[in-house]
């Protein structure tokens, strides 16, 4: 029994995929960078889901996938795409976190994004995107 829960904490950690603020941040910032914008909505907090309500959610997915891509599409334009991005600061307060990352763009444009996060209930780190 406790060789099963070493082994399930060894995945986890060479997985690379612990669950806190700066972690989310650094994977959200991975999936623009990959393109990878539906594991970018996987990070991304959705009441409908702690609600419940399924066909809703699957289409609140969707939407904010095609939200994602776009945004991304557009700061390709005007920037070119995420060279590379490392983290500054975190935040964290209660159950809310605010992470600071420098992203660098192929043009050589820097700049500095801040991601906002939400825990849940069962101590899981997801992105904030309800604008509050």
């Known amino acids: 029994m406790m060789l099963m829960g070493l082994l399930a904490l060894l995945m986890m ?10 972690s989310v941040a650094e994977q959200s910032m991975q999936c623009l960078k990959e393109k990878k914008f539906d ?6 907090y959705f009441k ?4 419940g309500k399924k066909d809703l959610l699957e289409d609140k997915k969707a939407s904010m996938k095609d939200l ?3 945004k991304y ?19 964290v307060k209660d159950s809310t976190a605010v ?11 820097t ?22």
């Open 48 to 51: 409908e889901e702690a609600e």
């Open 111 to 132: 700049k500095d994004e801040k991601v906002k996060l939400k825990m849940l209930p069962n101590g899981e780190w997801r992105i904030d995107a309800t604008g509050k």
């Open 68 to 70: 994602i891509q776009n």
């Open 99 to 109: 992470v600071k990352m420098k992203v660098t763009y192929n043009s050589g444009t």
């Open 13 to 22: 950690v060479s997985c690379g995929k612990s669950n806190t603020p700066r």
């Open 73 to 91: 599409n557009a700061s390709v334009q005007q920037n070119g795409s995420i060279k590379e991005f490392e983290f500054v600061d975190e935040e």
């Open 39 to 44: 594991k970018y909505v996987e990070l991304v």
